[in-house]
């Protein structure tokens, strides 16, 4: 085996990439594909490798002795053609083959202490050979093994180049480099140690001989099943600029119990050829496609033009040849800077993404700008619905968990599932938000989601749970509880159907919830407290509530603990059921019922009074006011069919228990057994 020689591969992918976002008719999102041309990319002009300073050879060779030791230049005595079968010989020398190629004898060990050897072939049957001795100088065939299973590689011994460089030179460093891990794995081996190493890779030409089309994670560096890359902290991998839309430096496709870890990915953003136009987003640094049962781990991703991780199945996932990436472990990874996303999920099963920390998720630099969608990790499988109703997946990502990760600058938000199913997020501490869209069976528990910019701060949501623009048919069965929102514009907002909002706290938000077309929702045990002037409790607006019930929470804010206006006004939500009941309401300010139909409000406890304006068909019993600055409850312009029944009212001064203006009639309201101090 010759471990320089080129080892092709040659793959046939029966379906395009998903890129661009849409939306149909009934708001399902779907990502056009995009066809590649298959034309190769050399280096755009002016667009070089960054001007740094190259390490020298004499400078890589001291690296490498560093941990290698010095490589003996004194001849050897002895040659290998007398060598017997079963006997280990210990090289500490340097053997020059003079370009033969020596037959050895049955199970020889060949084993390295500070020698090597050079210009020709060693032909085993059935032998091993210690790692340190191979090099782009000796040629390896016949049935040999490694003495270790874990390959030590040193870049002075493979010919690479390190630093700036060319177009065809940094093409052979990929293919030297993916070439290597492959013998290593033809010799037996199944782990790759990288030291201190910094190159370039041109990751954006046709490999194959017999198909002319271009797929970035084919002609990424691919890392085989069975085997581990384990780089240190002074790797370096980086993508060669080019001016190609779509690439990837490293990937793992169709392949299981694969593992990298460790390393510094860079893309070429700030570098990269955009001149002939579109986004150019879909840059990865690492492609996850189609592989199962594999781990990715403490490596740092920055500066992709797309994203920096990018997890998808290879082919369409109604194909009968699908294949889902599936048991997917990221964990201990920092990501940081990606154009567009810093991670994007759009296929996959059984995804495990924690204690990851994500950063600056396509914000602007000097040199370029962000692009949407502009999230930290952004799920968003493929659907479309046919003419006949029937909704298709093209790509389905489900059963993924996001856990103990951080998440500070993402540019559009945090964390969100744009379809995606059965996603748990978890124990985050996130800046820019948590969000979900056309998803069900999603579970965000425990996160600490904190405001810091002025832009999060008065308009941001900490948690968005829902769409409230779309048919809610499969956006249910979700979950918000025990999270922790500080300081945003909305701590948390509601919509949609089928879900559980309890056990939240909201801290100085302007408004603590805000619930949007809901049904079927439990809203319980929340505590929302907020200093901020003119801050409410949670609001409900120009909406409809069915099956809501809104209870068991603790609110204190400056200004309204709740605000309902114009809830239920559609004629068709006449029967409707939205129950309050049971929370505990702290404010200077009113509760108010303004324009609303339908609702039912009992065993609440006040600090304050409650202020009804044109509504109808509100029943308010079993509640507890102390009402100091306020009339206890105020009926204000015109009110109908409004019941007022065992209500323990306490007011002052010249306040009433009950105030109706002469605006509403008499007749439209029914009092009866309140306990009214004055």
């Not at 093409?171 to 190159?199: P, Q, S």
């Not at 505590?527 to 019930?549: A, C, D, K, P, Y």
């Amino acid at each position: 085996m010759n471990v320089l020689d080129l080892h092709k591969r040659f793959f046939i992918i029966l379906c395009s990439f998903f890129f661009l976002i849409s939306c149909t008719a009934d708001e399902d999102l779907f990502l056009d594909a995009v066809l590649n041309d298959g034309n190769e990319v050399d280096n755009p002009a002016g667009n070089d490798s960054p001007e740094e300073e190259a390490p020298t050879e004499e400078e890589i060779i001291e690296s490498d002795s560093e941990i290698l030791g010095d490589i003996s230049e004194t001849p050897c005595d002895f040659n290998l053609d007398s060598a017997e079968a079963g006997s280990t010989v210990v090289i500490d020398c340097r053997m020059d083959l003079n370009g033969q190629t020596v037959n050895l004898p049955n199970n020889i060990t060949l084993d390295f202490d500070g020698g090597e050897i050079i210009n020709g072939t060693l032909n085993f049957q059935s032998g091993t050979i210690d790692g340190r001795l191979l090099n782009h100088k000796l040629q390896v065939t016949g049935d040999a093994s490694l003495k270790s299973p874990t390959f030590q590689f040193f870049a002075s011994r493979w010919n690479i180049v390190q630093g700036p460089t060319n177009s065809d030179q940094a093409f052979e460093n990929r293919n030297i480099l993916e070439n290597l891990f492959d013998m290593v794995l033809d010799l037996n081996g199944d782990t790759f140690k990288m030291y201190k190493f910094d190159a370039y890779f041109e990751v954006t030409k046709v490999t194959s001989t017999s198909n002319p089309n271009f797929y970035a994670s084919v002609e990424a560096i691919n890392v085989p099943g069975n085997f581990s890359l384990e780089m240190s902290t002074d790797t370096h991998l980086r993508v060669f600029p080019n001016s190609r839309k779509t690439y990837a430096l490293l990937a793992i496709r169709e392949v299981d119990n694969a593992s990298a870890s460790g390393g510094t990915l860079h893309g070429d953003r700030d570098q990269h050829d955009y001149s002939d136009g579109g986004t150019h987003e879909w840059g990865y640094l690492f492609f996850v496609h189609g592989a199962t049962n594999s781990r990715v781990s403490n490596m740092k991703m920055i500066d992709a033009t797309g994203d920096g991780m990018k997890i998808q199945d290879v082919n369409f996932h109604f194909d009968p040849d699908h294949i889902a990436s599936e048991n997917i472990t990221v964990t201990e990874c920092v990501f940081n800077n990606n154009r567009r996303n810093n991670m994007s999920i759009t296929g996959g099963n059984n995804l495990f993404i924690e204690n990851n920390e994500f950063l600056n998720a396509s914000v602007d630099t000097n040199l370029s700008e962000g692009v949407a969608p502009g999230f930290a990790i952004d799920i968003e499988g493929t659907r479309k619905r046919e003419a006949n109703g029937e909704l298709v997946f093209y790509e389905r990502a489900e059963n993924i968990f996001i856990r103990d990760n951080v998440e500070k600058n993402s540019r559009a938000g945090g964390f969100t599932v744009a379809i995606g199913y059965d996603v748990t997020i978890e124990n985050n501490t996130v800046e820019t938000g948590i969000s979900f869209s056309l998803a069900h069976g999603t579970r965000i528990i425990g996160n600490r989601v904190i405001a810091v910019t002025d832009k999060m701060k008065e308009i941001g949501n900490g948690i968005k749970a829902g769409r409230a623009n779309v048919d809610d048919e499969t956006i249910y069965n979700n979950e918000i509880y025990g999270n922790t929102v500080e300081g945003f514009g909305t701590g948390i907002y509601v919509t949609n159907r089928d879900v559980i909002v309890r056990d939240n706290t909201t801290e100085n938000c302007r408004i603590g919830m805000n619930l949007i077309k809901l049904t079927n929702g439990t809203i319980q045990n929340n505590t929302i407290r907020s200093t901020r002037e003119g801050s409410l409790g949670v609001s409900v607006s120009s909406t409809l509530m069915n099956g809501v019930l809104l209870s068991s929470n603790d609110i204190q804010v400056d200004r309204n603990p709740f605000k309902f206006y114009q809830v239920n006004t559609d004629p068709a939500s006449a029967n409707y059921d939205f129950t309050v009941s049971d929370n505990i309401l702290r404010s200077a300010n009113p509760t108010l019922f303004l324009e609303s139909y339908g609702i039912q409000f009992h065993d609440n406890d006040l600090d304050h009074g409650i202020e009804l304006f044109n509504s109808e068909n509100i029943a308010l019993s079993g509640n507890t006011l102390n009402a100091p600055s306020d009339h206890g409850f105020h009926l204000r312009e015109v009110n109908s069919a409004i019941a007022i029944s065992g209500n323990t009212i306490n007011v002052s001064g010249n306040k009433e228990c009950i105030k109706i203006e002469s605006t509403t009639n008499s007749n439209e309201v029914t009092v009866s057994n309140n306990n009214c101090q004055e």
